[in-house]
């Protein structure tokens, strides 16, 4: 706040003015010596130097009849604006009135001694003080009195040069007189000569001013009351407003309670509104999308209609709303604002509205301390913070080997080593088992040899076939009854290799016909007689190993018994007597069963014994977790595309020195990492003033377009709208870590009314 300070003619002391002024912290005082002599028509050096000083809040104190002088010079420099306002603290006013005859009353408007007529429709805030209410009904009463009283004798009382002082000094007399009245009451009164050169004085005087200090009374200027010192107490002042209808009682001050405004919300609002109709306001802008760009056209645009984004409509809305005008203006230096610590100077928009070249700034501009302190912002309009804009790691072309991604290696190895661990376990339990063991002649019902499906390949083959769910081709065997091949067993009479059976009559192996006869292998076929394992076959009996079966008498696993037959097969089935049997589970079986359950595949081969049934169930189970688990990563894989970034927030940026980041410079971004106190900011902000080249970017268009030509060797740090706005439209860029602060966009303005009326489209959602 600047003070104008003119000329004291009145009975005061500068230096105390001064002295009294100054108590308030950041009011700087201009004191004029000379008075009026610095306002003359030479062009008013000292309101010159106010308004080099970008003050806007004067305060005039001067003679009434010097009011005018005042406000005109000020008006011809271009500081009676929108933007100005003038406290006058003097008290000495004139009076105007009017009688009306049916009414009676009388009316005093202040001020009038100053023409204020040419002033009312600028805009500019005129507060001035009021002692008198003339619309007290005391007041009334009195001017009447004096109006009448004087007609009675035949004068007219001429009250236009009447002042505030005619009022203090009816109250003055009466106040004495009333004083004196109460001093006669309680004593005795001596009238004493008294001479001017002498040095006695009235004995009484001292006990009337104490009765003058005492005495409470209601006066044309309020309530009259002293304190001890003799100093007016709890007098009331008027607070006035010139308007375009004049004048305006706005509120009243008093030393106990200080100011109260009477002026509701709804008149104070509808004052500002009307003030705005019909009003050109200069918005200046900075090119910077989506807040302002320009329109793509085939034809050459100009004005307003050049301009198109997010604060462009804000505003348009906001005239809307409030009827003014507006004139977009492109700021010459392309800055936002920031104030140079050596020279206290602004630039950018900042500078625009300081210098009253705009009245409005209206761009992607963030609210902070020091723009706060030189312009007024509204509530903002959109809530941010500062992140960091990187560019998205480049993608590398699909590895051969990505389907083992889902899984880490290590499970990948322990994969492995249990396929092979349950492979070579089927493959030794099919050795020890019977059951795995099988006849490698089938025609040879006592073969020399049996032998068994799960060799140690067959194992592998059943462990992966189950991993896989797909199975395998061959299943470990059953065991049921007294003996699998017992009685009316698979082999006994009525068997699959009896008579009519697969392997009778003409078969492959006998006769004119591969398969002649009423079987595929019928007549005198090499698997021709009773059957394969009738009679004398190696399982007949009452028991598993009972009669003349392989493994009693003749067999060659007769005997103990200590192996189970049911794994073993005779290799060749139409030897009813084989040598040997053979055994399904080799080992390279057991590897192909192992492999079958893994896959989900199922493989040739399927257990036969109790012992590998278990092993395999167990594989089975073991499989269906790992093939479930392997299916949901794998899914999560190629559904999320995992980017591995270098940088996740800024503590990973201030950690290392290959990526370079920077900021706009000038800039609130920048401003805010050097003004920090957090360690972390701190050495960003020396890496960025350090680095070479510079780091700083003139605009937001050229720091993401380092980004992107920077190919991972760049980040820039601005503000999280800015971000996703880009990254929405270059899909090479994503916002890298959280929010490193929190504040917002404001639109920015010298003092002025339409700063509390951004509300108004806020509170209706329009501006979202």
């Known amino acids: 706040m600047g003070e104008g300070v003119g000329n004291k003619d009145r009975r005061m002391n500068k230096t105390r003015i001064k002295d009294d002024i100054t108590v308030i912290k950041g009011v700087e005082v201009w004191m004029g010596k000379g008075g ?190 002293f304190d001890n010192q003799g100093f007016r107490s709890n007098f009331m002042l008027d607070i006035v407003e010139l308007s375009k209808d004049g004048l305006k009682k706005i509120g009243t001050w008093n030393s106990t309670e200080g100011v109260n405004f009477t002026r509701t919300y709804g008149e104070a609002y509808t004052q500002i509104v009307e003030s705005l109709q019909n009003k050109t306001f200069v918005v200046t802008t900075i090119l910077s999308s989506p807040y302002c760009m320009l329109k793509d056209s085939s034809e050459k645009l100009t004005g307003n209609a050049q301009f198109e984004g997010y604060g462009i409509d804000l505003i348009h809305e906001i005239s809307r709303i409030l009827g003014f005008n507006y004139t977009f203006k492109l700021v010459p230096d392309g800055r936002y604002g920031s104030l140079n610590r050596e020279t206290k100077e602004w630039d950018g928009m900042m ?112 462990a992966i076939g189950s991993l896989m769910q797909q199975g395998c081709d061959f299943l470990p065997n059953e065991y049921e009854g007294d003996s699998e091949y017992e009685g009316d067993s698979e082999y006994e009479c009525d068997s699959e290799y009896e008579c009519d059976s697969e392997y009778e009559c003409d078969s492959e192996y006998e006769g004119d016909s591969e398969y002649e006869g009423d079987s595929e292998y019928e007549g005198d076929s090499e698997y021709e007689g009773d059957s394969e394992y009738e009679c004398d076959s190696e399982y007949e009996g009452d028991s598993e190993y009972e009669g003349d079966s392989e493994y009693e008498c003749d067999s060659e696993y007769g005997g103990d018994k200590e192996f189970s037959p049911y794994e073993w097969d005779n290799p060749h089935p139409c030897n009813e007597e084989p040598d040997v049997l053979e055994n399904q589970f080799s080992l390279l079986n057991s590897l192909w069963f192992t492999i079958g359950s893994l896959m989900q595949q199922g493989s040739d081969i399927a257990p036969k014994a109790v012992s590998t049934r278990m092993v395999a169930g167990m594989w089975w189970f073991f499989t269906l977790i790992m093939i479930s688990s392997y299916t949901a990563n794998l899914a999560a894989f190629l559904t999320v595309e995992r980017m591995d970034s270098p940088i996740e927030s800024a503590e990973d940026l201030a950690k290392q020195t290959k990526i370079k980041y920077g900021a706009l410079r000038g800039g609130s971004t920048a401003a805010f990492f050097r003004d920090s106190n957090f360690s972390t900011y701190q050495r960003m902000w020396s890496f960025m003033e350090s680095a070479r080249p510079s780091v700083f970017t003139g605009s937001n268009v050229e720091g993401v377009d380092r980004v992107v030509k920077g190919k991972g060797g760049y980040a820039f740090l601005m503000e999280s709208t800015s971000i996703e706005y880009v990254i929405e439209r270059n899909c090479e860029l994503t916002q890298v870590g959280s929010l490193l602060d929190s504040k917002g966009y404001g639109i920015a303005m010298p003092p002025s009314p339409i700063t509390s009326q951004l509300l108004e489209p806020r509170k209706n959602g329009e501006t979202r």
């Open 36 to 225: 009026l002599n610095l306002l003359h028509a030479a062009g008013g050096p000292l309101l010159k130097q106010i308004k080099n000083s970008a003050e806007s809040h004067i305060v005039l104190d001067c003679s009434t009849d010097r009011i005018y002088d005042v406000l005109k010079q000020a008006q011809q420099i271009g500081m009676m604006s929108d933007y100005h306002s003038y406290l006058i603290t003097s008290l000495v006013v004139r009076w105007d009135f009017t009688l009306l005859p049916k009414a009676r009353v009388c009316i005093f408007q202040d001020l009038h001694s100053v023409d204020l007529e040419e002033f009312k429709y600028g805009g500019t805030n005129i507060t001035a003080f009021r002692l008198v209410d003339p619309e007290k009904p005391e007041l009334q009463k009195v001017v009447r009195e004096w109006v009448y009283g004087e007609l009675r004798y035949g004068r007219k009382l001429d009250l236009g040069s009447a002042k505030t002082e005619t009022a203090l000094m009816y109250d003055a007399v009466h106040l004495f007189a009333k004083a004196l009245h109460d001093l006669d009451s309680s004593q005795r009164i001596d009238i004493k000569p008294l001479s001017c050169d002498a040095v006695d004085t009235w004995p009484h005087g001292y006990s009337l001013i104490n009765y003058m200090k005492i005495v409470e009374m209601q006066g044309l200027t309020g309530v009259i009351k």
């Open 351 to 462: 500078k625009e509205l300081l210098d009253q070249k705009a009245d409005i700034a209206i761009a992607d501009l963030t609210i902070t301390y020091d723009r706060e302190q030189a312009v007024d912002f509204t509530m903002p309009f959109m809530n941010l913070g500062i992140s960091i804009l990187y560019r998205k790691p480049i993608k590398q072309p699909p590895n051969l080997f990505s389907f083992l991604s889902p899984l880490s290696l290590d499970v990948w190895i322990y994969m492995a080593t249990a396929y092979l661990g349950v492979s070579v376990l089927l493959f030794i339990l099919a050795r020890f088992t019977p059951y795995e063991w099988q006849n490698p002649h089938p025609c040879n019902p006592e073969p020399d040899h049996l032998e068994n499906q799960f060799t140690l390949l067959n194992c592998m083959w059943f």
